[in-house]
């Protein structure tokens, strides 16, 4: 009862806070290029690109770096350490500018009234820390959304999921896939979302802190991936992989939360909530340990990097 009490406190006297100073930076804003959610999917589809994608969790890390902040005082309830390396890496791929890759950064950085209630202040105040290194970063480049694997909840702007879902899923439509995700992940199983790939295989790699096994993850998925395409659901690790696959000259997508988005519109949930079966990192409860038996899913499991 308290904690609600309290972040009803907090979001009554930030939400105008932020509000305000991010209205204020409307001249820096109004130059970035960052296409909103449908039109980076059709981009995606049209160009048969590479994506890296950057959420707050990535921006957390750079922002440690570059303000030389060191292992002992990165306290952040993660999934992913902080690490230098890491955090370099990420801070490449985002000043990168390769033909065959699209870097994704949040559209809600350019106009967040794509989101409601606490979304929409979330990403007000992400911008408001990370302006500083995103608008040197971002030149005169071309943007997609970081959030168009993240379709459902508080979101105002999509309002056909149905057809969103379908204009995901032609990603992937008849093209043999490899999932590169975390051991607990389990991206599509239970559901119908890669049904419509010609073939799926997958391989696991730690739940937590992948990073740490990145160069045994990235030698696994190169001599697995030829003739595939890679979706990769690896939290900061899938934007670097991505990175580097593409510069190999494979396909590769970070598709981030795409699955749990998924399930929580089949649900009609209101909320973030657990998934049976399946790693929630987001949700008190939903960071889960289970062994599932499902022969279908095991059968595709062709390594693990664990």
Same mark, same amino acid.
């Not at 990165?74 to 990420?90: G, I, K």
């Not at 598709?255 to 209101?270: N, T």
């Not at 079966?277 to 499991?301: F, H, M």
């Given at each position: 009862?308290?904690?609600?009490?309290?972040?009803?406190?907090?979001?009554?006297?930030?939400?105008?806070?932020?509000?305000?100073?991010?209205?204020?930076?409307?001249? %820096?804003?109004?130059?970035?290029? +960052?296409?909103?959610?449908?039109?980076?999917?059709?981009?995606?589809?049209?160009?048969?690109?590479?994506?890296?994608?950057? !959420?707050?969790?990535?921006?957390?890390? +750079?922002?440690?770096?570059?303000?030389?902040?060191? +292992?002992?005082?990165?306290?952040?309830?993660?999934?992913?350490?902080?690490?230098?390396?890491?955090?370099?890496?990420?801070?490449?791929?985002?000043?990168?500018?390769?033909?065959?890759?699209?870097?994704?950064?949040?559209?809600?950085?350019?106009?967040?009234?794509?989101?409601?209630?606490?979304?929409?202040?979330?990403?007000?105040?992400?911008?408001?820390?990370?302006?500083?290194?995103?608008?040197?970063?971002?030149?005169?480049?071309?943007?997609?959304?970081?959030?168009?694997?993240?379709?459902?909840?508080?979101?105002?702007?999509?309002?056909?999921?149905?057809?969103?879902?379908?204009?995901?899923?032609?990603?992937?439509?008849?093209?043999?896939?490899?999932?590169?995700?975390? %051991?607990?992940?389990?991206? &599509?199983? *239970?559901?119908?979302?890669?049904?419509?790939?010609?073939?799926?295989?997958?391989?696991?790699?730690?739940?937590?802190?992948?990073?740490?096994?990145?160069?045994?993850?990235?030698?696994?998925?190169?001599?697995?991936?030829?003739?595939?395409?890679?979706?990769?659901?690896?939290?900061?690790?899938?934007?670097?992989?991505?990175?580097?696959?593409?510069?190999?000259?494979?396909?590769?997508?970070?598709? &981030?939360?795409?699955?749990?988005?998924?399930?929580?519109?089949?649900? *009609?949930?209101? %909320?973030?909530?657990?998934?049976?079966?399946?790693?929630?990192?987001?949700?008190? *409860? !939903?960071?889960?340990?289970? &062994?599932?038996?499902?022969?279908?899913?095991?059968?595709?499991? +062709?390594?693990?990097?664990?």
């Amino acid at each position: 009862m308290w904690k609600n009490v309290k972040v009803f406190i907090w979001r009554l006297i930030f939400t105008p806070y932020y509000r305000i100073r991010y209205l204020f930076t409307y001249a %820096e804003r109004r130059h970035l290029q +960052i296409l909103n959610s449908e039109k980076t999917l059709l981009y995606i589809i049209r160009n048969d690109c590479s994506v890296s994608r950057f !959420g707050d969790g990535e921006f957390q890390m +750079i922002t440690h770096y570059l303000q030389n902040g060191t +292992i002992d005082d990165f306290h952040v309830d993660t999934f992913q350490d902080y690490s230098p390396r890491l955090a370099e890496r990420l801070l490449d791929v985002l000043e990168s500018d390769c033909n065959d890759l699209m870097v994704c950064i949040p559209y809600a950085f350019r106009n967040s009234s794509v989101y409601k209630g606490y979304g929409r202040t979330f990403f007000e105040r992400e911008w408001l820390l990370r302006k500083k290194f995103v608008v040197s970063a971002a030149g005169r480049r071309l943007f997609g959304d970081s959030c168009f694997t993240r379709f459902y909840l508080g979101r105002k702007d999509i309002k056909d999921k149905v057809h969103y879902v379908a204009l995901l899923r032609q990603i992937w439509n008849g093209k043999d896939a490899l999932v590169v995700e975390g %051991e607990q992940s389990r991206l &599509g199983v *239970g559901n119908e979302l890669f049904s419509n790939a010609a073939s799926v295989v997958r391989i696991l790699c730690p739940a937590t802190n992948a990073f740490s096994k990145y160069d045994r993850i990235l030698e696994s998925v190169t001599v697995s991936a030829k003739g595939r395409l890679v979706l990769l659901a690896l939290g900061h690790t899938a934007t670097v992989l991505a990175f580097d696959l593409s510069k190999a000259g494979f396909h590769a997508i970070d598709l &981030g939360h795409i699955d749990i988005e998924y399930e929580w519109m089949r649900m *009609g949930a209101k %909320e973030k909530v657990p998934v049976p079966d399946k790693y929630v990192n987001e949700v008190s *409860g !939903g960071r889960i340990s289970t &062994g599932l038996q499902d022969s279908a899913y095991l059968s595709q499991i +062709i390594d693990r990097v664990l």
